[in-house]
């Protein structure tokens, strides 16, 4: 299985402001996951990232707000734009399973924002 | 958008007995997952059940797929406090990449 690292960890931010999330694995894969978790709910995708393309961004998500960087195979970053309190989530990115069985997904340990 | 529920929402059992967690979904799929999630950090993979099996086994995990019914259930034998956790399925849709819907989930609190 894929080892995905996210930086930051936790942040706080005040309304109004832009954070940039990064997600780093530890191989080279095809296609990355964003994901959001509000406050004690479950997990929707916002986008899927592959190298060399524009990202594809789901129902109710857009670029302005979640600007998405994949500049190569193993890294890509998630940007948080003009924050209000309901961003306030977890953020996960996650990656195909290039090794074994490709439907399966990695999530790294998330990015917990509260905008204030 | 959610594909399904997942009942119950929270289930509270003592160590030592099964905890039965059911997803229902509604669209065709490829494939159903089961992750776990321990006090809001990332989620770890259980198992992945195609949509042409019927069942699938883990350790003391029991996986069951019903594509007629658009179900699942995950069945933890012999709970231990260390599965208090929450549970998600996710379903990867039919056609395209391999895009997951998560349900709702299922609070799961095992007792000592």
């Known amino acids: 299985s894929a080892v995905i690292s996210q930086k930051p960890s936790r942040d706080i931010c005040q309304r109004g402001t832009s954070l940039t999330i990064q997600c780093q694995v530890d191989?080279?894969?095809?296609?990355m996951f964003w994901y959001r978790q509000q406050p004690g709910q479950s997990l929707t995708l916002i986008a899927t990232a592959n190298q060399g393309s524009e990202a594809t961004y789901e129902s109710g998500f857009v670029i302005d707000k979640f600007p998405i960087s994949r500049p190569n195979l193993t890294f890509s970053t998630l940007t948080v734009s003009n924050m209000s309190p309901e961003d306030s989530s977890i953020y996960l990115c996650s990656v195909e399973d290039s090794q074994g069985m490709r439907e399966t997904q990695y999530f790294g340990p998330g990015t917990r924002l509260l905008v204030l | 958008s959610q594909q399904g529920e997942e009942d119950p929402q929270a289930l509270s059992i003592q160590e030592g007995e099964n905890a039965t967690m059911n997803c229902s979904y509604k669209?065709?799929?490829?494939?159903l997952q089961w992750y776990r999630q321990n006090s809001g950090r990332g989620l770890v993979h259980l198992i992945l059940?195609?949509?042409?099996?019927r069942e699938k086994h883990s350790g003391r995990l029991r996986v069951t797929l019903d594509t007629s019914k658009k179900s699942s259930s995950l069945l933890i034998t012999a709970s231990r406090a260390a599965d208090t956790a929450s549970y998600f399925c996710a379903t990867g849709l039919s056609g395209g990449y391999n895009k997951l819907i998560f349900g709702a989930g299922t609070r799961l609190a095992v007792h000592p």
């Open positions: 191989s080279q894969v095809t296609m």
């Open positions: 669209t065709s799929i490829n494939n």
């Open positions: 059940i195609r949509s042409n099996e």
